[in-house]
């Protein structure tokens, strides 16, 4: 069974661009979780998806991101425009409905804003 | 409003010895779950072990073990035989808010001696 996917691995942009993060969640997983993860903290969540929901974004820097995720599968996260403090590791979690304590993870991307 | 307290930001242990990972929390919640995670320097998330706010026993998993001690709110990490593979960050997280809110803690990073 493949795991969650993200792409791109890496990235790196010059501030007040624009960038965008896709995720793939494990077949058959309704719940899908972006969370934010700087350097020498633990993840932050930034939205949690019930299918193409979004039913927590409460942690989300609406002014300059946005995400979502058509038909409840893929999902895709944006940053614009990009500043400086946002870099850090963006990581896609997925989990079986009502297991949110079982979260998959991808292996993020590590975004550097010069 | 739920925290994870991670007081332990680096541990050392010799190969083969027992070691406890502390994670203390404070929640308003009745029900909620407490869960580890481990990041190797690779980057993924890797899950580790869970415990229901209501289960009566701690929770295992093969060398892992969960000292759950609901009085005093901790939810410390065991690893007993500890491995040269098991040097890595834990991240002990909470699932409150009737289990849809995630929070994860600062981390602690493990390093095993041989």
């Known amino acids: 069974e493949a795991g969650v996917v993200q792409s791109p691995r890496y990235k790196i942009i010059e501030k007040k661009q624009p960038v965008a993060f896709w995720c793939n969640p494990i077949s058959g997983h309704n719940t899908l979780y972006w969370y934010r993860q700087n350097l020498g903290q633990g993840p932050e969540l930034l939205i949690r998806y019930e299918n193409e929901e979004a039913v927590d974004d409460s942690q989300l820097p609406k002014d300059r991101f946005s995400a979502e995720r058509l038909k409840g599968v893929d999902s895709t996260l944006k940053i614009q425009p990009a500043e400086l403090g946002d870099s850090a590791v963006y990581l896609c979690a997925s989990s079986p409905r009502g297991k949110g304590y079982e979260q998959y993870f991808g292996p993020g991307t590590r975004l550097t804003v010069t | ?114």
């Not at chain 2, 307290?5 to 680096?10: I, K, N």
């Open chain 2, 1 to 114: 409003a739920q925290k994870i307290t991670q007081t332990q930001p680096g541990m050392f242990v010799q190969e083969k010895e027992a070691v406890t990972l502390d994670c203390t929390y404070d929640t308003s919640d009745q029900s909620y779950g407490l869960f580890w995670y481990k990041q190797p320097s690779s980057g993924e998330m890797i899950f580790l072990i869970y415990q229901g706010s209501y289960d009566e026993q701690n929770a295992t998993e093969g060398r892992y073990s969960l000292n759950f001690q609901k009085a005093r709110k901790s939810a410390n990490l065991v690893i007993s035989a500890s491995q040269l593979g098991d040097s890595a960050m834990y991240f002990c997280a909470m699932l409150g808010g009737g289990y849809q809110k995630v929070t994860f803690g600062t981390g602690t990073k493990l390093q095993v001696i041989p």
